[in-house]
């Protein structure tokens, strides 16, 4: 491949994810924490990788993530990341500590490496004490061949989602082969800021962990805390990105001539997941998408785009194909961004529907039946600048109701 020099030159590689880059092993199992399915899952790397993570805002936040945190802050790296499903872990105060920090221990005895290196999350039902003994028996078992396929990694990170959620790119960075994988897990609980989810990304690229971090949390901010299903947000969630510099390109900072492609390359991975979890909403039908432009601020932009994608009305009128643009307006009025009406134009689809303070002439069965597509998008001209964001989410439909009255039973 060519020395990669802008967005064109990134390729998405056909069913990859996170063991495509260089060192990477994954793999999952069930020890019993749900009745069948995987519930125990690891990445691993052949050597400790420079990490970067944002957190979920929620105050309530769950054990893994305050033993994740600590130990990441010692020397920003981690070499292994142990995850289970079926359990938060969350609110389970003192004992919740000792159980995630015994199984950080328990990993990192099987791995031989020390346990700061080992990064631990969980998601689940919150309030419950783990399993340990079946948690425990599952970490001396896992690291067995039979348990590495990133296919069970991606099965053990399962809760109320329908289907898995991957990619994977590659590009070129000094003339070396660069490449970055992505998974996640995300259904319900859904909302910007972080968008409840747990998310995992790794790397081979050679790259400074300020900057690193500096590259997630910009990302983040226009793909992960941008999506939304029901607005709430939940204890346990966390997006790690791990780098281990085994592309051997030189070391990526903020300044190096290719920098952009490397970020370009993470936002690529990032918004496909995001958009994957918003369209696997619970109960979802459609992926509904929110383009907001001419706004006078990035944040602005952002704010309105938000506000539509998280309104219940909006999203029960898609689920019902009912092009009624007075919620989208409505969205736009609360949003708390000061906008001029009459300067407004809304569309859905290539269908205009409001304009100039006013409805706009449509054939409603026309728009309906554009409604009817999987994929929606309205878009919205707010006439105050040049600043544009997209916001990203699902249809609100009656099925969302029957998963979350049993989610427990």
């Known amino acids: 491949m060519a020395q990669a020099t802008s967005l064109n030159e990134i390729v998405v590689i056909e069913d990859g994810s996170i063991t495509l880059p260089q060192g990477y092993k994954a ?44 130990s990441i802050a010692k020397e920003n790296k ?16 003192e ?19 020390p346990e700061h290196l080992v990064a631990v999350t969980s998601t689940g039902v919150i309030g419950e004490l783990l399993p340990m003994d079946k948690i425990e028996t599952g970490i001396k078992q896992i690291l067995q061949k039979e348990y590495e396929n990133e296919e069970n990694f991606k099965q053990a990170i399962l809760t109320t989602d329908t289907c898995t959620k991957e990619i994977a790119v590659q590009f ?39 900057d690193l971090l500096f590259a997630l949390r910009e990302v ?39 920098w952009d492609v490397f970020k370009q390359g993470l936002k690529m991975v990032s918004e496909s997941l995001a958009k994957k979890i918003a369209r696997d909403g619970e109960g979802a039908t459609k992926l509904v998408e929110v383009q907001v432009d001419g706004a006078f601020s990035l ?32 969205a736009i009025g609360y949003s708390g961004v000061p906008v001029k009406p009459n300067a407004i134009k809304v569309s859905i689809g290539p269908f205009t529907v409001f304009e100039n303070g006013l409805p706009s002439q449509f054939i409603e069965e026309e728009v309906k039946e554009y409604l009817e597509l999987e994929n929606v998008k309205l878009i919205v001209e707010l006439d105050q600048g040049d600043f544009s964001a997209t916001a990203w989410g699902c249809d609100l439909t009656y099925d969302y109701v029957k998963i979350n009255a049993s989610y427990r039973t």
């Open 27 to 70: 793999g999952g199992m069930h020890c019993g924490i749900k009745r069948k399915r995987l519930d125990l899952g690891y990445i691993v790397s052949e050597v400790p990788a420079t990490v970067a993570g944002v957190y979920t805002t929620n105050i309530f936040q769950a054990a893994p993530l305050v033993v994740t945190q600590e």
């Open 78 to 93: 981690t070499q292994a990341i142990l995850v289970n499903s079926g359990n938060a872990n969350a609110c389970t105060g």
């Open 95 to 113: 004992q919740g500590i000792a159980d995630a920090l015994a199984m950080q221990k328990g990993f990192a005895n099987e791995l031989g490496i």
């Open 172 to 210: 070129t960075i000094d003339g070396k082969k660069v490449s970055i994988g992505g998974t996640a897990k995300g259904s319900g609980m859904i909302h910007p800021n972080m968008a409840t989810m747990l998310g995992f990304v790794t790397t081979d690229a050679h790259i400074n962990h300020d």
């Open 220 to 258: 983040t901010n226009t793909t992960f805390n941008m999506i939304t299903v029901d607005g709430d947000t939940s204890t346990n969630d966390m997006v790690l990105v791990m780098a281990n510099g085994l592309a051997e390109n030189n070391q990526l900072t903020k300044e190096h001539p290719e």
């Open 299 to 330: 944040e602005a932009a952002r704010a309105v785009g938000k506000s539509i994608i998280s309104s219940n009305l909006v999203k029960t009128a898609i689920y019902g194909t009912d092009p009624n643009w007075g919620r989208i307006v409505t």
